[in-house]
């Protein structure tokens, strides 16, 4: 699994677009970046992944730089319920997940 | 969506006893994992199992088993339960196209008293 890197800690003020970076340079070409959060006491939550294209769903846009070594998650008008341990990790399917310590992202209000 | 419902959010047990956590899922995956989370550890893989009746073992199986008697449901057993197994577990599953990504359960905190 592909070692990935994120800063502790965040903040946000709600509403504003929350951009979380990875760097994942020894990421292999077959394997997807994955995002997940976890809310205290909860388990973690899939937002979204991608393999080289930028990606984007209902809760998240995924910008994947072109030589892969580095992604940016991008939470378009964040809130308060956003506030969460971000893992960024790099794997492929069916493969353990390996979570690092994650960015503790806290929403302002 | 996909839905995968661990039995308990909460539970405590006591030393020496037997203790199933069990996961389903709907999505009809072939593959399903038990993990367990630490403070500190991040998240360590105890079994997984690509189809029914499979399973292999994954870093940390000392001291648990696992049962897939059907495609839904993946149960995980703690033989004789200890206090170093008071942990949060988390159960996960994924269809078999490497393109997916693994869905979890809300987890299971169980303390060993």
């Known amino acids: 699994d592909a070692k990935t890197t994120q800063p502790p800690s965040m903040d946000c003020a709600e509403g504003r677009a929350a951009n979380l970076p990875c760097n994942h340079s020894?990421?292999?070409?077959?394997?997807?970046v994955y995002w997940y959060r976890q809310i205290h006491s909860q388990g973690p939550q899939y937002i979204i992944h991608g393999l080289k294209n930028n990606e984007t769903n209902e809760m998240a846009s995924l910008i994947i730089t072109e030589d892969r070594k580095s992604s940016t998650l991008i939470l378009p008008h964040a809130t308060l319920r956003d506030t969460a341990v971000y893992y960024c990790?790099?794997?492929?399917?069916?493969?353990?997940?390996?979570f690092g310590q994650g960015t503790r992202l806290t929403i302002n209000p | 969506d996909v839905k995968v419902t661990q039995s308990s959010r909460y539970l405590v047990k006591r030393t020496g006893e037997k203790v199933f956590l069990e996961c389903v899922q709907d999505?009809?995956?072939?593959?399903m994992f038990w993990y367990r989370q630490d403070p500190g550890l991040g998240l360590r893989l105890i079994y997984f199992s690509y189809d029914v009746k499979m399973k292999e073992k994954g870093d940390i199986p000392e001291g648990y088993s696992v049962s897939r008697e059907k495609k839904e449901r993946f149960s995980l057993i703690l033989e004789s339960a200890s206090t170093n197994q008071t942990s949060m577990y988390l159960c996960a599953s994924i269809s078999g196209q490497a393109y997916e990504a693994q869905h979890f359960g809300d987890g299971t905190r169980l303390s060993i008293l």
């Open positions: 020894t990421i292999s070409g077959n394997e997807y």
């Open positions: 999505m009809d995956h072939e593959n």
């Open positions: 990790i790099g794997g492929r399917g069916a493969q353990k997940l390996v």
